[in-house]
């Protein structure tokens, strides 16, 4: 019966309650936490003397809510109840004090995300609220905590923006066996743990200049939602200095969890040791640290190298990079996605034929060499229109990144060194 228990707002002057008990009946009362917060966050919010009621009978404890306050919106933390006190009104009447606690706090609006069937979800309905079909909660944790953001923040390393995997165009054979062979692996742990499949943790890509390696790494921290730092040889320095500067990094940044570390022009620090001997401090340390950074999951070393024939023959050994990928110039078929992408006035197939070697960042400067033609026409009076000409024009003036001589030389070493 109601006049077995009464109903009040905490008083933080001279708690009723200890926050204690609180937290007790939200653990006794089951499912009785919102679906979008824990039970940290209820006691954060009690702490910081954000909105709460109690319903107490003979002094003790039996049912509480928390919510907490937005601008003019409050949110349902948690309302629990005593398994033996249910049904006798108690949810409904919290949620009216809860209601002039809110209004004193200029909340207009209280808000309350729960599971189905949770405790104390008929108190809704009686008190007047709106029920909306079709809501789903989303959530997921922060990519990381702050003292790992502080790592990431002090080599200039970021979360990269959403998408960046999708924008990667013109390189569809390679892209597909990086979404096969590291990105999958690495965003479906638990499946790959049941076949038995160790999800790569050292990646090596090699290729011509300018065929996106370094969008290709940044591209997979985007796609797996994870920290992306670069480690640059040229401020590593050279000799023991350079081998303690980079044993330092490797150490800090394994302190991180989802991770892709990058380090570009991997032949500036990987040289092999009998024709560069002066490189063989920081080669012998790559060759310690990288097994050290694979033995913690959810981190990812991708290595580049434009020369992967100067890479010292220990680096290139199973047991060191899980996977030696190729990335070579777009094919001819990648060439006609790359001009339907950037040239949709000429034909894409012709403009497939016209341009061997060519990378995106080439049919980019295509693309403006076309428009400053049209640009110069319409100066002179006629109308501003790139046609098919002016991309065939633009196409004669730039050079391919990727020489036939370079092209010959890739296709010899993607035979002898890939390791997919």
């Known amino acids: 019966m109601k006049s077995q228990w009464r109903a009040l707002t905490l008083d933080y002057r001279d708690p009723a309650i200890p926050f204690e008990e609180i937290v007790r009946l939200i653990d006794m009362s089951g499912s009785a936490t919102g679906a979008a917060y824990s039970r940290s966050d209820v006691v954060e919010a009690l702490h910081e003397h954000q ?31 005593h398994p033996d006190w249910r049904q006798k009104g108690i949810g409904s009447a919290l949620l009216r004090e809860l209601d002039r606690e809110i209004i004193h706090r200029g909340a207009r609006r209280l808000l309350a995300l729960i599971h189905p069937g949770q405790v104390g979800e008929l108190a809704f309905s009686n008190q007047g609220f709106t029920h909306l079909d079709g809501l789903h909660l989303y959530f997921r944790d922060a990519s990381m905590v702050p003292e790992e953001l502080a790592i990431v923040e002090r080599f200039s390393g970021q979360v990269p923006e959403t998408g960046l995997w999708e924008s990667m165009k013109g390189f569809s054979s390679a892209k597909l066996i990086l979404e096969r062979r590291v990105v999958a692996p690495l965003a479906h742990t638990e499946l790959a743990d049941q ?14 200049p300018g065929t996106g390696k370094t969008s290709f790494a940044r591209a997979i921290a985007s796609r797996l939602s994870w920290a992306f730092v670069e480690l640059h040889p040229s401020l590593l320095g050279q000799g023991v200095e350079g081998a303690r500067a980079l044993r330092d990094g490797l150490t800090e940044l394994g302190r991180i969890d989802r991770l892709v570390c990058f380090i570009d022009e991997a032949d500036e620090i990987a040289s092999d040791r009998s024709e560069r001997p002066e490189g063989q401090p920081l080669v012998n340390e790559l060759l310690k640290a990288i097994p050290v950074f694979k033995s913690r999951p959810d981190r990812l070393m991708v290595m580049a190298t434009n020369s992967i024939a100067a890479i010292d023959q220990a680096l290139l050994r199973p047991g060191r990079f899980d996977l ?26 012709e403009v497939a034929k016209r341009t061997p070697g060519f990378t995106p960042a080439d049919f980019a400067l295509v693309a403006q060499r076309s428009a400053q033609l049209a640009f110069d026409r319409a100066l002179s009076g006629e109308l501003p229109q790139i046609g098919a000409d002016d991309v065939l024009a633009a196409i004669s003036l730039t050079r391919p990144s990727v020489s036939p001589d370079a092209a010959r030389r890739f296709e010899v070493e993607a035979g002898v060194y890939s390791r997919l």
């Open 195 to 208: 076949l038995g499949l160790i999800p790569p943790a050292a990646v090596l890509l090699f290729g011509p």
């Open 324 to 349: 030696i990928i190729p990335v070579g110039a777009p094919d001819e078929i990648e060439r006609a996605e790359l001009a339907a992408e950037f040239l949709p006035a000429g034909d894409p197939e």
């Open 51 to 81: 909105p709460a009621g109690v319903a107490v009978s003979s002094g003790a404890l039996v049912g509480a809510i928390v919510a907490r306050v937005c601008g003019s919106d409050a949110h349902l933390m948690t309302l629990a109840l």
